[in-house]
């Protein structure tokens, strides 16, 4: 299995940003995937899911209605349109997959500054 983020940088408050994670290896369309992130000095927290049956979302309060999730299965790919940036999205942003094995990709910094 192998989970490869792209699409972060710098960006000032206010803009957007799309991550995108690249999988491998596993039944892609079969599967649940989230993204996390994790902050200097900070845990890592759950910031989107989608399901694979149908493709229900979810999102921590912090994220929702300016983060969207969506997934390509037949690109295997899951992205994460994040507009609205604030300084506080400032994160290594990770997504993860759990197969009967929990796998995470690399991550990909995000920064929100001016």
């Known amino acids: 299995v192998q989970l490869v983020e792209s699409g972060g940088g710098l960006v000032q408050p206010g803009g957007s940003l799309r991550l995108s994670c690249a999988a491998s290896?596993?039944?892609?369309?079969?599967?649940?995937m989230t993204w996390h992130r994790q902050a200097p000095g900070k845990e890592r927290e759950l910031v989107a899911v989608?399901?694979?049956?149908?493709?229900?979302?979810d999102y921590a309060d912090s994220v929702k209605g300016r983060f969207t999730i969506s997934r390509d299965n037949a690109k295997n790919t899951v992205y994460l349109q994040m507009n609205k940036l604030k300084p506080e999205d400032t994160a290594v942003y990770y997504c993860?997959?759990?197969?009967?094995?929990?796998?995470w990709g690399q991550g990909t910094q995000v920064t929100v500054s001016s």
């Open positions: 993860y997959v759990n197969t009967g094995v929990g796998y």
């Open positions: 290896g596993f039944s892609f369309s079969r599967y649940a």
């Open positions: 989608i399901r694979s049956a149908g493709g229900s979302t």
